[in-house]
């Protein structure tokens, strides 16, 4: 540094007293020169590398990368709607009309006594006919109190003074019945109602304002009563089917980063909660330790561990966005290349399965061709990335985003492309993620749960109410079987 400021002082003159004192003088100033050059240049690219990773992730967005949508901010979303077109639903949604009752309970009828035009009266003339119109409405709500009263006797034989039973569940002096506890599950594990304002729904309502306790005593008891009755039943038919997704989000339980897995197919869904991602919470689940079907998944290296049985599917969903965030941030053509293929080869694959069809072997093996050829021009491309220097002294070498994304591709090349042949297997994990994604609204209104017993119990109602939800079964009726020991699956 000494030297570069007394070179940026030199005047003409010193650089000629330099020039005077000879060669040796004039290579020795050179050198320097070249060193302050070779040094800027280093600074320049690590400063341009750190340039280059701080924009990348300022641009990463749910387009282009893992991030949910809510991450977005500001971001204007995508509007399917055409402009000036007619109000209602997108076309191709099926609409829902408001129809006659054929049993009304109240009718009223509005008498025509005189006639509006002369004043004539109209009392004695026969009617004509009668125009109906319908008005739908709730009624205020009101406790239903059901009392229940145990003769008691005196036995002539033994003297004794016997009383008969109350039925089960009827414990307390006063209480409240399997309805409020259905209530309470339906507004805080569906609509995810915090308890303070289920107090207050019961309150507006009612009259009646369930403390806070009680209302999690609810919680607790319907969340027994569904893992006694109900879970076994979900995982039994999970175990069984051909095909899984499986996803995992954080959540935090008293202040701590958990795990909410989900296992899940179009009719079934199994939520636990874990202190850990990996292995122990797959275990856990009691479900893909020793299934034999296939598993769609994000790719956690957990999954691919050698003691499971079950084949492989990755989102390309997942694939695709990441894709778009190299192309975003890196400009590698191979990125681009990669995704139109994975779409064109969806769209063939999704117009022949609606045919009945599978995808001819020519085809497949196109496809594939094309993917290998693509990885060969990535080759070329992320080997001229900047790799991020390495942290510590142990593990693997570091590599860029885009070499570890091509590394994926080439590593799980059948797991990817397993859509193309296996009519069974969607294209991506959306069936996992939309399980999931309620869990995600459930954190912003609440925050954490307090106990692990909070996250234990919203698991198992999630379960419960998603199943019952794919299955179009009706909630409250079902949340209150549940609670008296009643069956509320087909079947079971």
């Known amino acids: 540094m000494e030297f570069e400021l007394e070179f940026k002082a030199m005047e003409r003159e010193c650089i000629l007293q330099v020039y005077e004192q000879g060669p ?18 280093a600074e320049i690219r690590e400063l341009k590398e750190r340039v280059r990773v701080l924009e990348s992730q300022v641009n990463q967005n ?32 099926s609409g829902h009309t408001l129809l006659m009752s054929k049993t009304p309970d109240e009718v ?28 739908f409405d ?22 004794t003074l016997q009383r008969a039973s109350f039925p089960d569940g009827v414990k307390a002096p006063v209480q409240y019945g399997d309805g409020f506890a259905a209530w309470t599950t339906y507004l805080n594990a569906y609509h995810m109602l915090p308890l303070d304002r ?24 319907m969340a027994g009563a569904v893992e006694l009755s109900a879970i076994p039943v979900i995982r039994e038919n999970l175990c069984n089917a051909p095909l899984l997704h499986t996803d995992e989000t954080g959540v935090r339980i008293v202040n701590k980063q958990h795990w909410l897995h989900v296992v899940s197919n179009p009719e079934w869904t199994l939520m636990d909660t874990y202190p850990q991602r990996g ?52 400009g590698h053509q191979w990125a681009k290349q990669m995704k139109e293929l994975l779409r064109g080869a969806w769209k063939l694959t999704r117009d022949a399965r609606e045919k009945g069809l599978p995808l001819a072997d020519e085809t497949i093996a196109e496809i594939e061709t094309a993917y290998d050829a693509i990885l060969e021009l990535g080759k070329t491309e992320w080997a001229l990335d900047p790799v991020p220097t390495k942290t510590g002294p142990r593990g693997r070498k570091c590599k860029s985003k885009a070499a570890n994304l091509g590394q994926r591709f080439e590593s799980h090349k059948e797991s990817i492309l397993r859509f193309l042949w296996d009519a069974n297997v969607p294209f991506d994990n959306n069936q996992a993620e939309r399980d999931i994604r309620m869990t995600k609204v459930k954190q912003k209104v609440s925050g954490l749960f307090r106990t692990q017993e909070g996250g234990k119990t919203f698991s198992v109602l999630r379960s419960l109410i998603s199943s019952l939800l794919k299955q179009n079964l009706p909630l409250l009726p079902s949340l209150v079987s549940v609670l008296r020991g009643q069956p509320v699956f087909a079947g079971t």
């Not at 006594?113 to 004509?128: D, H, I």
């Not at 709730?138 to 003297?159: D, F, I």
């Open 24 to 41: 040796d003088a004039v290579v020795d100033l050179v050198r320097g020169l070249v060193a302050i050059v070779e040094q800027q240049a």
């Open 138 to 159: 709730l009624p205020a709500p009101r406790l239903v109190v059901t009392e229940h009263q145990a003769e008691e006797k005196r036995c002539p034989c033994c003297n």
């Open 279 to 330: 292995t122990g919470a797959i275990e856990g689940m009691g479900i893909l330790d020793t299934f034999k079907g296939v598993v769609v998944h994000d790719c956690l290296s957990a999954y691919f561990r050698p003691i499971y049985s079950f084949e492989h599917a990755l989102c390309n969903a997942h694939l695709l966005r990441e894709c778009q965030g190299i192309l975003d941030n890196d």
């Open 108 to 135: 009223i009828v509005h008498k025509l006594n005189a006639c509006p035009n002369c004043a004539a009266s109209l009392e004695t003339v026969a009617t004509k006919g009668l125009v109906k119109r319908q008005v």
């Open 198 to 221: 289920i107090g207050q729904f019961y309150a507006d309502l009612t009259g009646q304002r369930p403390s806070e306790a009680t209302l999690l005593s609810q919680l607790e008891s």
């Open 62 to 93: 749910s387009r282009n990368s893992s991030k949910p949508p809510s991450s977005d901010g500001f971001r204007k979303p995508t509007n399917s709607r055409q402009p000036g077109g007619k109000r209602g639903g997108p076309k191709g949604h």
